[in-house]
């Protein structure tokens, strides 16, 4: 996959609004613990970067899923990573599976909105007891005359207090873990639902991250986000966009912990030079610049091969097991250079550190990353044969 003009313009724009309505609000945001998500995404809806491969229809772009990607490319090295984390949950983590399963009527209500900015959306899967492993969710949905009759909770739900509709994954049947779920769309305003508490987190302090609970929360069955008994299957392919758009996010992220790293060392001196002109520093900088590549172009292939119709779930996950290895290597080799200001919170690296951390968790740890890969490979017990 290759950039054409018309991706670097789209990347130009976006470094713009970066830069004008992002970075001079990261640390302000960072200290509240929280960022004005309405606001935000109301700008980025007017200047159409909300549905960049959303249908024209409901207000997107309807452009494919590289200028999507590019997109997230540069609003990756946005200063407020909690901010660019939302903003994925907005485009590629709550929204792909009412773009390609909902009917028109459910994403005139919901979609639409949220590609204009007027609508903030958060996802529902992660419970207490069922993180990684989606297929134990406890929450239930049942049928009731018109209506589903919602009960149960989420946890560590992204735009929590802020969101006006969750993409809800329950169980709506008592057949098989990978057969009797839904994906509804859930208004956050509905009786019932209550925001339990904003969570304390180790990183990504400006996104708001919400336990939620359920009490016989009651929503229509049109809610219901295509077939009823095929969410977990949607929720595995809205995964891949969202594990593509976690390893995008990174790279620009990545690249520019390096520069900062390479313009404070040659700044800093210790024994009579700089801390950069130590063979052992710049060599590593260098290694570490080749790494983000590396996972550039794997990325980029994960994407040309989505954009063609292939299923991509091995090098998704590949490319995400990559990209949260990789930060926590980047970012912690990059504020070893940094020193004792390296360990200061006012430091912009100590913020990456923290918040990179959460890509080896979210979306799917490491190790469920590496299982998929190995079922890909054919190496899980149960699947070798004997020869």
């Given amino acids: 996959m290759l950039y054409t003009e018309q ?3 789209l990347m130009r724009s976006v470094t713009r609004f970066v830069e004008a309505e992002i970075d001079p609000h990261a640390e302000e945001w960072e200290a509240a613990g929280i960022f004005p998500a309405r606001a935000l995404f109301r700008k980025m809806g007017k200047q159409g970067l909300l549905g960049i491969h959303k249908p024209e229809r409901f207000g997107g772009q309807g452009l494919d899923y590289s200028y999507e990607i590019a997109f997230c490319e540069a609003i990756g090295a946005a200063k407020s990573a909690s901010s660019v984390m939302a903003i994925g949950v907005q485009t590629d983590m709550a929204t792909p599976a009412l773009m390609k ?11 639409k909105p949220s590609i204009s900015g007027d609508y903030v959306a958060c996802l529902g899967v992660s419970e207490a007891g069922a993180g990684s492993d ?11 005359g018109d209506d589903y009759v919602i009960d149960g909770g989420k946890m560590w739900t992204t735009n929590g207090t802020q969101a006006d509709w969750m993409c809800l994954l329950a169980n709506t049947g008592d057949g098989p873990a990978h057969r009797n779920k839904s994906l509804i769309c859930l ?10 508490r904003k969570l ?20 229509p069955q049109r809610y219901r986000i295509g077939e009823e008994g095929m969410g977990f299957i949607y929720q595995m ?12 996010a990174g790279l620009l992220k990545m690249e520019r912990a390096i520069r900062m790293t390479i313009e404070y060392t040659a700044e800093r001196h210790a ?20 790494k983000v590549e590396l996972l550039r172009s794997l990325v980029y292939r994960a994407v040309e091969e989505y954009i063609n119709g292939a299923d991509v779930t091995q090098l998704a996950s590949m490319a995400k097991l990559t990209a949260g290895r990789l930060l926590r290597e980047v970012t912690d080799g990059c504020l070893q250079y940094w020193g ?16 990179g951390r959460l890509t080896s968790i979210g979306g799917g740890a490491d190790e469920v990353m590496l299982g998929i890969i190995c079922k890909g490979m054919g190496i899980l017990p149960g699947q070798r044969k004997n020869h």
């Fill in 271 to 290: 024994f009579g030079k700089s801390i950069l002109d130590n063979q052992v520093v710049h060599f590593r900088l260098a290694e570490l610049e080749t």
């Fill in 237 to 248: 392919q809205q995964f891949q966009e969202e594990r593509l758009w976690a390893a995008a």
């Fill in 101 to 111: 399963h909902g009917s028109d009527e459910l994403r005139d209500e919901f979609l």
């Fill in 134 to 144: 989606v297929a134990s969710i406890k929450t239930t949905a049942r049928r009731d």
């Fill in 200 to 219: 304390d987190k180790l990183g990504m302090r400006a996104s708001d991250t919400a336990q939620i609970f359920f009490d016989g929360v009651r929503v």
């Fill in 340 to 355: 004792g200001m390296g360990y200061m919170t006012e430091s912009e690296i100590s913020r990456m550190y923290r918040d």
């Fill in 7 to 9: 991706h670097r313009e």
């Fill in 187 to 196: 208004p956050m305003k509905t009786k019932g639902v209550n925001v339990a």
